[in-house]
């Protein structure tokens, strides 16, 4: 099985959590829950998440494109 790295730091995963098969170390998820919502690191956090284990499906072409 592969060594997973956390979706955050990056670094080779010892422990941690895994969501939808992404992992995030004990480092991380513990920065995580100590911070202060709309800070720099909290962005950071929450682009790093969105980008690894929010799945975005294009419904553009299900949806009529009205013009205006």
């Known amino acids: 099985m592969k060594k997973q790295n956390c979706i955050i730091c990056r670094k080779p995963l010892s422990d941690g959590i895994i969501v939808n098969g992404k992992c995030i170390c004990k480092i991380c998820e513990k920065r995580l829950l ?27 072409d299900k949806c009529q494109n009205y013009q205006l």
């Open 34 to 60: 100590n911070l202060e919502v709309g800070s720099d690191f909290y962005e950071h956090y929450k682009e790093c998440i969105k980008k690894n284990i929010v799945q975005i499906k294009a419904v553009e």
